[in-house]
């Protein structure tokens, strides 16, 4: 069965920290990749996305980068954390196929003081 | 670009009581999830409906896909507390992402 690995779970990060979060899924090939980004009792915002191996899509215009170095492993990274990069990050991925829906991640809750 | 609403963005009702959540999208999409998000977890998939007319049932909840009035609805049966929480509408979108609605924040009283 497929699983999908995200951490950390929790994180506080100085502003103007680095950030490195990093997502795994096992037990499939080739899945699409996704980074999403709620904010305190809000919807989820597309960040990123990737179909393959060093393709990623952005959504959003900001200080956060994605990395896709391996098929199974999605990166999202910061050079400088801003105030505003608060907020719970999930990663999701399905199969290519659109007759599945996404399966996500358990979630890293990013603190940026 | 995929524009999802959901409408009640707050939703309280007693028990057994019966209600209903809209997901409105602005253009053409070929597939509808519905998510269930409990405080401070992640999104558990509940349905996906890939066709017009499509209709999934999973105990108190029901979900229906309307393509040509671009409308979903989740029908909650005879609340119970359990149900309490976070329910989101998404929409795919012309590329593999999905876009998604606010979220219907659901509480049921006893």
């Known amino acids: 069965s497929q699983t999908i690995h995200q951490w950390p779970a929790t994180l506080v990060q100085p502003v103007g920290s680095p950030l490195s979060l990093e997502c795994t899924v096992e037990?499939?090939?080739?899945?699409?990749l996704y980074w999403y980004r709620q904010a305190a009792g809000r919807g989820l915002q597309l960040l990123f996305y990737?179909?393959?191996?060093?393709?990623i899509s952005s959504e959003v215009p900001q200080n956060l980068s994605a990395s896709r170095p391996q098929d199974r492993q999605f990166i999202l990274s910061s050079k400088k954390l801003l105030l505003s990069d608060s907020g719970f990050y999930l990663c999701a991925w399905t199969r290519d196929s659109k007759d599945y829906g996404y399966t996500f991640g358990s979630g890293t809750r990013l603190t940026v003081v | 670009e995929l524009k999802v609403e959901q409408n009640p963005l707050f939703l309280s009702m007693q028990e057994g009581k019966n209600y209903t959540i809209y997901c409105n999208y602005s253009t053409t999409s070929d597939r509808l999830y519905w998510y269930r998000q409990d405080p401070g977890k992640s999104l558990e998939s509940l349905f996906v409906?890939?066709?017009?007319?499509a209709v999934k049932q999973e105990g108190r909840l029901m979900a229906s896909l309307d393509t040509k009035a671009r409308l979903s609805t989740l029908h909650i049966t005879a609340a119970v507390h359990d149900l309490s929480a976070t329910y989101f509408c998404?929409?795919?979108?012309?590329?593999?992402?999905?876009?998604f609605g606010a979220g219907t924040r659901l509480t049921v009283k006893p």
């Open positions: 990737s179909v393959g191996i060093g393709q």
């Open positions: 998404a929409g795919g979108n012309n590329n593999n992402d999905m876009r």
């Open positions: 037990g499939t090939s080739n899945p699409n």
């Open positions: 409906l890939l066709s017009n007319g």
